[in-house]
């Protein structure tokens, strides 16, 4: 019966429209309820308040006299139609305030209530301590009544002013308010109940149609399509259902081909994936897999042999998904990551392993720990130097020569200035790593910027008496990019040249054009690179002589950042063949630079 969408339907209505006035009748009567009390609190406050010093003072004036009662009755008499005095529901009363036993008011004693209130004992203490300010007026939302004590002392007398209201009027209030609510609820109800039939047969109607075509779609029938009566949300939904059943007959056609292009992705997929049975046995192995593992994997083979030794098979067969255990085995010379999982909770299921070559990731650790290592030592040498001087000195005590002294000196600012270079050469990589090295790119002649260089080399080549000889630089072209950031590069590639070629050795820069590049080459006939470290050249910190490197003051990082400004801009940097002693160093640079960002 409540399975029917009329009968849902119904019930819903009903159940707003009754809990509408049930929340409708509740509010109303707390407000009518807290309004009347409000209201009497308010007009006790205008008369006996803290504004009201003078009407209170007559009152303790009056009650200084031998027949007080009836006096403060008068004066009451006056304010009544302030304090809302009915002599129905509400009516004042003066009480002895010591006992609280009934004087005068304007109804007779049996209106009081047969026990004290709060507010009439509050107001009672209050006399006895002989505090006129304590007054009973404590608001109780609850209570069948509302009611203020006030005590008035006068003389050796004392009295308790008490206004009582039965609520009389607030009970019948509301008892009007919950037969008109009863009322409407009664009709409102009745006019649920008709419009949610209305409403129902409105609704349910359409969806009935609609699962008579869902029945035929189920049963393989695309093409009846069901009639749009209208335009609103039904509407809509018969039309869109129309349109679903013209596309899920496509859909079901492209379910297979999806298939296909899954077969084909895991089949050409980098990651290797190796599928085996409840048995333990190979059902399906990608390329990829075969290459990591570096054997063939048949369907002869089984789990126990190619990963029996990571975990067992009947472990991975009960873990419950989405759980999955991973190692790292080596296969070669290379390391894989091995994730393993079983693809199916059903009794013939099997485990699914996928394998991904980390050989890389773990090279690219190995270099960060000897960078690390590396900075380490670099920084550790200056400054040890530079402790031991600097300790020498203090401990001389000024025994030492002054010349010796200065040399001393000259030392540890020049291990200072080496540990300033390579902490500089630090920020610089850095920057160039985060792409926070912004490229100041303009349109300058590459020839201009290569005499440039070769002039600022010129002195120090003399100096270690090399011969530097510059090959012709016409037909260069114009070339975009940070002028000042490659002549570093090439200013890196010339002193180099220069620091690392033996005295009276030749140095020559060649360069020239190409459709779309420039390049240039520093050939020198120097103590040149072994064929293992060409590789690593350009690495950070590395050397190829260490010791000479670090005489000649170098940081092992210059090449470092000359290849990150150099990739910036789009080009290369590399050794090249050289015949004979020394090294030949290229440097390639695209013309144009439409696509290098200045600013990462």
Request: charged share 25%.
């Amino acid at each position: 019966m409540f399975r029917s969408l009329h009968m849902k339907l119904t019930l819903i209505l009903l159940l707003l429209i009754t809990s509408l006035m049930a929340v409708v009748g509740a509010f109303l009567t707390i407000n009518v309820s807290g309004f009347f009390n409000d209201t009497f609190y308010q007009q006790i406050n205008s008369v006996f308040g803290a504004d009201q010093r003078e009407f209170v003072t007559s009152l303790r004036g009056e009650a200084g006299q031998e027949d007080g009662a009836v006096r403060i009755q008068e004066l009451l008499e006056l304010t009544a139609g302030k304090l809302g005095i009915d002599y129905r529901t509400r009516n004042y009363f003066v009480l002895d305030g010591e006992t609280g036993a009934y004087l005068t008011g304007s109804a007779d004693e049996s209106a009081l209530p047969r026990e004290q209130s709060p507010n009439l004992l509050t107001a009672r203490n209050a006399v006895l301590r002989g505090d006129e300010t304590a007054v009973g007026d404590a608001s109780d939302v609850t209570a069948d009544y509302m009611d203020a004590a006030i005590p008035i002392l006068g003389g050796d007398n004392a009295f308790i002013i008490y206004i009582l209201d039965t609520r009389d009027t607030v009970s019948g209030l509301n008892s009007q308010l919950f037969v008109i609510i009863m009322q409407s609820l009664v009709i409102g109800l009745l006019i649920s109940v008709l419009l949610s039939f209305l409403l129902s047969k409105t609704m349910v109607d359409p969806i009935e149609k609609l699962t008579a075509g869902a029945e035929k779609v189920a049963a393989g029938d695309f093409d009846s399509a069901l009639p749009v009566e209208s335009t609103d949300e039904i509407g809509v939904l018969t039309g869109t259902f129309n349109e679903m059943a013209g596309v899920l007959q496509s859909t079901l056609a492209a379910v297979e081909n999806e298939r296909n292009k899954l077969d084909t992705l895991f089949l050409h997929m980098t990651d290797g994936v190796v599928a085996f049975d409840h048995d333990g046995a190979v059902i399906h192995c990608n390329p990829a897999a075969n290459s990591m593992l570096q054997r063939p994997v048949t369907e002869d083979c089984s789990y126990e042999e190619l990963f029996g030794g990571l975990f067992p098979f009947w472990e991975m067969l009960t873990l419950q998904r989405p759980n999955f255990a991973e190692a790292e085995m080596l296969a070669g010379e290379k390391t894989l990551e091995v994730y393993l999982a079983p693809f199916s909770d059903q009794e013939r299921g099997g485990v699914l392993i996928v394998l991904h070559d980390v050989t890389e990731q773990h090279r690219n650790e190995e270099r960060r720990k000897e960078f690390v290592a590396n900075v380490s030592h670099e920084l550790r040498t200056p400054l040890t130097n530079v402790r031991s001087y600097a300790e020498t000195l203090r401990d001389a005590n000024g025994d030492i020569p002054l010349d010796m002294a200065n040399n001393f000196l000259d030392i540890i600012i020049t291990e200072t200035d080496r540990m300033t270079h390579i902490v500089q050469d630090l920020l610089t990589l850095s920057r160039l790593d985060r792409g926070s090295a912004e490229l100041v790119l303009s349109r300058f002649p590459f020839a201009e910027a290569i005499e440039s260089v070769v002039r600022s080399s010129a002195l120090s080549a003399r100096q270690h008496g090399h011969t530097l000889v510059c090959g012709t630089l016409e037909h260069l072209p114009l070339i975009t990019g940070d002028r000042s950031r490659l002549e570093q590069v090439m200013m890196n590639i010339l002193g180099n040249a220069i620091k690392y070629t033996p005295t009276g050795g030749d140095i020559r820069v060649t360069a020239g054009a190409e459709e779309e590049t420039v390049w240039l080459e520093v050939w020198d006939n120097g103590i040149g690179i072994p064929e293992k470290d060409r590789e690593r050249i350009f690495d950070r910190f590395y050397r190829v002589d260490k010791a000479r490197s670090r005489e000649s003051g170098g940081t092992g990082l210059g090449l470092s950042i000359a290849r990150e400004i150099v990739q910036r801009h789009q080009g290369t940097i590399a050794i090249v063949p050289h015949e004979g002693p020394g090294t030949t160093v290229r440097l390639v640079l695209p013309i144009a630079q439409e696509r290098v960002k200045s600013a990462e």
